[in-house]
């Protein structure tokens, strides 16, 4: 069974940092090109950043290019998601995913940025 468990959200200032990590299990993640997606109060969810199984290329939604970096530990079956300087519009659930569709999702981590 696909596992996904992401953690790291919280409440941070406009201009701040926070990380995001996703402990992956039942699947071969060291194999799997893995995706960051969220999804905002009331709107779709939103496809954010792609890495590829072996972490060598990585791409970016315009809207976070330059301000979020994707990275992943393969001997830990984890991946990450560093957020720099947030924005409030960046307010949203962060979910990692298999899909860059976000079909195969985990529960989420909450990131609300706020002053």
């Known amino acids: 069974e696909v596992q996904l468990v992401e953690s790291g959200g919280g409440l941070v200032q406009p201009g701040g940092t926070l990380r995001l990590s996703c402990a992956a299990s039942?699947?071969?993640?060291?194999?799997?090109?893995m995706h960051w997606v969220r999804q905002a109060p009331g709107k779709g969810l939103e496809w954010v950043s792609t890495?590829?199984?072996?972490?060598?290329?990585?791409y970016y939604a315009d809207s976070v290019k330059g301000r979020f970096t994707i990275s992943r530990d393969n001997t830990k079956n984890t991946l990450y998601l560093q957020l720099n300087s947030l924005k409030t519009e960046d307010t949203a659930m962060y979910y990692c995913?298999?899909?860059?569709?976000?079909?195969?999702r985990g529960q989420g981590t909450q990131v609300t940025v706020s002053s």
């Open positions: 995913a298999k899909d860059r569709a976000g079909q195969t």
């Open positions: 039942g699947f071969s993640f060291r194999y799997a090109v």
């Open positions: 890495i590829w199984s072996s972490g060598a290329m990585t």
